[in-house]
């Protein structure tokens, strides 16, 4: 198993700028979650899906930010336009109610987002 | 209040010791718990999962759970150099939402 998979790794844009973050879960998992994590206010929920439909929200910042999930095996967060407050690490996780995941999170590797 | 609360630490014990670190949570109706350990620029990796009062054991690691004071402990024996990380408690608040608190960076030193 590949694990879940996020692209890119690292972002580097000027501001008003554009951004989409992709993940790729763990085929089988049927939640997925985005976090963004910075120094000052650590691991962030912003937003989680199960069976592709968004089912709290309540942790996207602002408008400037949406995310979807066309299907079971992608999702993407897109920041428009970007600021430099949005600077941070964005992490994917996915899991699943089975009795082997037990509510665990798989975490991608996470794209460094650095908007100028 | 954050619902999810660690002191930042560092917290810093001599290889050999006992690491204790601690996690308070304001969801009463939180019913699984977790800690998760983070090395420097890589992504957070489940070390234990707990969800009835009391304590469980895996290898070094204890995690200890009290509902009724809304706390969750992780003690880390014989520490290694190789526990320095930063160590993320998790509150599943219901609904598969989970919740992560600041962290607790812990140095041991050889």
């Known amino acids: 198993d590949a694990g879940v998979i996020q692209s890119p790794r690292h972002e580097v844009t000027e501001m008003g700028q554009e951004v989409t973050l992709r993940c790729k879960p763990i085929s089988g998992h049927d939640y997925l979650f985005w976090y963004r994590q910075t120094m000052m206010r650590g691991l962030e929920l912003l937003i989680y899906?199960?069976?592709?439909?968004?089912?709290?929200d309540s942790g996207m910042p602002e408008d400037r930010f949406s995310a979807k999930m066309p299907n079971a095996s992608f999702s993407t967060l897109k920041i428009q336009p970007s600021e430099p407050r949005d600077s941070a690490v964005y992490f994917c996780?996915?899991?699943?109610?089975?009795?082997?995941?037990?509510?665990?999170?798989?975490f991608g590797s996470g794209t460094q987002l650095s908007v100028l | 209040q954050k619902e999810v609360e660690q002191n930042s630490g560092p917290l810093s014990v001599p290889e050999g010791a006992i690491a204790s670190l601690n996690c308070t949570y304001s969801?009463?109706?939180?019913?699984?718990f977790f800690w998760y350990r983070q090395y420097s620029g890589k992504s957070p990796e489940l070390i234990m999962s707990?969800?009835?009062?009391g304590d469980k054991e895996d290898g070094r690691f204890t995690a200890q759970l009290n509902k009724a004071s809304q706390y969750v402990s992780l003690l880390i024996r014989d520490s290694q150099p190789s526990d320095s990380a930063t160590y993320l408690c998790?509150?599943?608040?219901?609904?598969?939402?989970?919740?992560f608190g600041a962290g607790t960076r812990l140095f041991v030193k050889a």
């Open positions: 899906f199960n069976n592709n439909v968004p089912i709290d």
């Open positions: 996780a996915s899991s699943s109610r089975g009795r082997a995941t037990n509510e665990k999170l798989f």
């Open positions: 998790a509150v599943n608040t219901g609904g598969f939402k989970t919740i």
């Open positions: 969801d009463r109706g939180s019913q699984s």
């Open positions: 707990i969800y009835s009062n």
